[in-house]
């Protein structure tokens, strides 16, 4: 499979791009385009001629299938994408995040929070505890902890015993 991403650029930066792809492109005077990240790998530079703009590499909230075709009947999966590459104005504000928090198409919008389940919030000492009785009980030995209820949907009272 291909390695693929989503280019997202401002409107003003679309119809550049456009000009520089159509056949009239040896009149225009953007004729390089160039994408550099830094260090870390997240953040970078979009260059379309002589203009450079901020770019960010995020994560997408869901993975995206690509598919081509050579002969206009018969799909073929090409790749399966999970990042966006949005440029900016050089004024907007960088993401604070690299998690963007919005799908591609208006139905996904503030996918994040609206379709993905929050982390449950967990003890750490709990969890803790129950990995060592667990490991415990596999080499054969017996927890240290008295469940009282067990339910199908998991464990509602969990008290140490003494």
């Known amino acids: 499979m291909e390695e693929q991403f989503i280019l997202r650029v401002p409107p003003s930066v679309a119809e550049r791009i456009e000009h520089l792809l159509s056949e009239n492109a040896s009149s225009s005077e953007d004729k390089s385009?160039?994408?550099?990240?830094?260090?870390?790998?997240?953040?970078?530079?979009?260059?379309?001629?002589?203009?450079?703009?901020?770019?960010?590499?995020?994560?997408?909230?869901g993975i995206v299938e690509s598919y081509k075709?050579?002969?206009?009947?018969?799909?073929?999966?090409?790749?399966?994408?999970?990042?966006?590459?949005m440029v900016r104005e050089e004024g907007d504000s960088a993401p604070d995040t690299v998690e963007y928090r919005h799908g591609l198409t208006p139905p996904m919008r503030d996918a994040r929070r609206r379709r993905f389940r929050r982390e449950p919030d967990l003890n750490p000492e709990l969890v803790k505890r129950v990995e060592k009785d667990l490991l415990k009980i596999m080499a054969g030995g017996t927890a240290d902890i008295l469940v009282d209820h067990f339910i199908f949907c998991g464990i509602t009272k969990y008290t140490p015993s003494v």
């Not at 260059?47 to 590499?57: E, K, M, R, T, Y």
């Open 69 to 85: 075709t050579y002969d206009d009947s018969v799909l073929i999966k090409s790749a399966d994408i999970g990042q966006m590459i």
């Open 33 to 61: 385009l160039d994408l550099s990240f830094s260090d870390d790998g997240r953040s970078g530079t979009f260059s379309i001629g002589n203009d450079q703009f901020p770019a960010s590499l995020l994560d997408l909230p």
